[in-house]
């Protein structure tokens, strides 16, 4: 199925290509620190693969252009999981994955709208991207614009009450310009999600609050594309909601299996392995 978009029609590079890159980019920035969080990074490669390169409307030498659709980054710790992309895309150049966390460096571990190009909000203080974007699509309808915005939460930002009042006011206000997608990787800063606070049943939650909901694999591109598609081809006055379960650290198998993957300890001499893990496993 062809992008919806001009501009990403005509590639030759597959999206699991694209997703491998992602992974790719983040792990040699991990590297460059020695951490980072490389589980969340490899855990939505897939889904940032989809919205860059067969979702999204952007131009990369402009990346304020007022037409573009905006992607917002509720959760500021998966800053290193944008920037990857945003290197892929050429928004960033790849040279700047070398000072990824260092002093003056526009790629702090934290995602911060005044330092990164292609980044539209700070959102390290979970739970607000929501409301933030809430506001965003209000002003695109107010400008007559018909941009897009999509945000990427966490389950854990499932937990503060600010998500919720921002969910009612989106379904109040029948924003069908927002795409909320929720990395659902069951895990949170102290464990499981579904342990420390479940969120479940999910869909209906969101249902009830009046979206239009769709619950799917993240780690499955295709699902993740059609899902999209459904979310933006959707009649309903409504706002749209795509639920992706993944798995942290998808892609390196050995990093996958790590009990504490919220922050997962990579020691120095994994990274190389990993990067060789994840080479042996390129989309052919
Ligand atoms: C309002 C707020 N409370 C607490 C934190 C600290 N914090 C940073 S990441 C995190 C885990 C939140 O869950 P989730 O985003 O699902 O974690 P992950 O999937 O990345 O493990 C927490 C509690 C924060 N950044 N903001
Ligand atoms: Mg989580």
């Known amino acids: 199925m062809d992008s919806p978009h001009e501009q990403h029609r005509g590639s030759n590079i597959s999206l699991p290509e694209r997703a491998y890159r992602i992974r790719r980019n983040a792990l040699r920035m991990g590297e460059v620190q020695g ?8 855990g939505v490669a897939d889904i940032l693969a989809v919205s860059y390169f067969y979702a999204l409307r952007y131009k990369p030498e402009d990346p304020e252009w007022e037409d573009r659709d905006r992607f917002c980054l509720s959760i500021g710790h ?20 070398e000072t990824y966390g260092t002093d003056d460096s526009r790629l702090p571990m934290s995602g911060m709208v005044t330092y990164t190009p292609g980044m539209e909000i700070t959102g390290g203080s979970l739970g607000h ?7 965003m699509c209000l002003g695109l309808k107010r400008k007559k614009s018909s941009s897009l915005v999509y945000n990427l939460m966490s389950d854990g930002e499932l937990g503060e009450g600010s ?18 997608i929720v990395d659902f990787n069951n895990q949170q800063a102290d ?13 209906d939650k969101f249902a009830a609050f009046g979206w239009f909901v769709q619950r799917v694999d993240g780690n499955d591109i295709d699902a993740v594309r059609d899902a999209f598609d459904q979310a933006r081809s959707h009649k309903g006055k409504q706002p749209r909601v795509v639920i992706c379960d993944t798995t942290m650290c998808k892609g390196v198998p050995f990093l996958e299996t790590r009990e504490i993957t919220h922050f997962v300890r990579v020691e120095p001499d994994e990274w190389e392995k990993a990067l060789k893990v994840l080479d042996e496993g390129r989309p052919q």
């Open 191 to 203: 464990g499981p999600s579904t342990q420390m606070l479940s969120s479940e049943p999910i869909t």
């Open 78 to 97: 998966y800053a290193i999981a944008l920037y990857s992309a945003l290197i892929e895309a050429g928004i960033l150049p790849e040279f700047e994955l």
């Open 129 to 135: 991207g929501l409301g933030i974007c809430v506001g």
């Open 163 to 180: 998500t919720w009042e921002a969910a009612m006011s989106a379904a109040h206000h029948g924003l069908d310009n927002l795409i909320a």
């Open 35 to 42: 951490q980072g969080y490389i589980g969340q990074a490899l």
